[in-house]
């Protein structure tokens, strides 16, 4: 089969893929009012018409992950522990979207008050579902660029860190060596750089 027929009979297979129907959702765990997790339960018609009883769905809430390069060329990163990784981790800005907002502007706010610093250049690298089968939140990735220092650092997370700059070089060896160890930061870190070499 050519390329060309090979295409076209994908496209064609893929204008009538049809999405799961949910038919029905059931609350099975809420702590904390739902603020940080709910655990649900769904029914699930799939596009052929059989149904999944018994579907676990997971709603966290929408985050911002954000690769600060200041205006002399470094990245604002920090070293940090998390409660789900072994050690010590490299990271970059994030936190979740406060209830209403806009990605951007959460992006905006968690730079500020984590590092004190302010950019006037945005790009959004895209918006992702975190688990495609059981929900998990979305991702919002986006790279702030001419930061610079305004105020000191004013954040609320729980976690011990460290900020610290990196060079691109050295923040593509971090990425490389894996020391971004939640997958959203090694994401977002690698779609700035892509989109930095691109320029």
């Not at 649900?40 to 600060?68: A, K, M, R, Y």
Request: hydrophobic share 40%; proline share 4%; charged share 25%.
């Amino acid at each position: 089969m050519s390329f060309y027929l090979y295409s076209l009979f994908t496209n064609i297979r893929e204008y009538f893929m049809q999405p799961w129907k949910t038919l029905s959702r059931e609350i099975l765990l809420q702590p904390d009012s739902g603020r940080f997790l709910t655990v649900e339960n769904h029914q699930v018609q799939l596009s052929d018409g059989s149904i999944i009883q018994n579907w676990p769905w997971l709603i966290t809430p929408d985050f911002v992950n954000v690769v600060v390069e200041t205006e002399e060329g470094d990245f604002l990163c920090f070293r940090q522990t998390k409660y789900a990784v072994d050690g010590v981790t490299l990271a970059i800005v994030g936190g979740y979207l406060e209830p209403g907002e806009d990605p951007l502007a959460a992006a905006q706010r968690e730079v500020l008050e984590e590092t004190g610093y302010v950019a006037d250049e945005w790009s959004a690298l895209g918006g992702y579902a975190i688990d495609g089968n059981r929900g998990c939140g979305n991702g919002h990735l986006f790279l702030a660029r001419g930061a610079r220092y305004v105020r000191p650092i004013d954040a609320d997370d729980l976690e011990e860190q460290t900020l610290i700059r990196l060079n691109r070089d050295e923040l593509r060896a971090a990425l490389m060596q894996g020391k971004f160890r939640v997958m959203p930061w090694s994401t977002a870190v690698a779609m700035a750089l892509l989109k930095m070499e691109a320029e």
